[in-house]
């Protein structure tokens, strides 16, 4: 299956959640090329971005993963 090239834009609004966010991510790591996050501490959330290089079913399986965390709510750019 050709991959694809996706960012994937993650607000987390419940950190008590962030362990379970961590442990999906990490179960997806072989294909995360680069991943950056930052805590607003003023706004209580955290911001992050995860580049990917993957399969577009296991892009879209890892965003719905992601999406089922509550207090967590995802974004989706991938390439054509």
Same mark, same amino acid.
């Given at each position: #299956?050709? *991959?694809?090239?996706?960012?994937?834009? $993650?607000? $987390?609004?419940?950190? *008590?959640?962030?362990?379970?966010l961590?442990?999906?991510?990490?179960? &997806?790591?072989? &294909?995360?090329?680069?991943? #950056?996050?930052? /805590? &607003?501490?003023? *706004? *209580?959330?955290?911001?992050?971005? $995860?580049?990917?290089?993957? /399969?577009?079913?296991?892009?879209?399986?890892?965003?719905?993963?992601?999406?089922?965390? /509550?207090?967590?709510?995802?974004?989706?750019? $991938?390439?054509?």
């Amino acid at each position: #299956m050709e *991959k694809k090239i996706a960012v994937l834009a $993650v607000i $987390v609004e419940d950190r *008590k959640e962030a362990e379970v966010l961590n442990g999906v991510l990490h179960a &997806y790591g072989e &294909y995360i090329i680069g991943r #950056m996050g930052i /805590p &607003y501490r003023e *706004k *209580k959330i955290s911001l992050i971005s $995860v580049a990917l290089d993957a /399969p577009a079913d296991l892009i879209q399986e890892l965003k719905e993963k992601l999406e089922a965390i /509550p207090g967590v709510a995802v974004s989706l750019a $991938v390439s054509d």
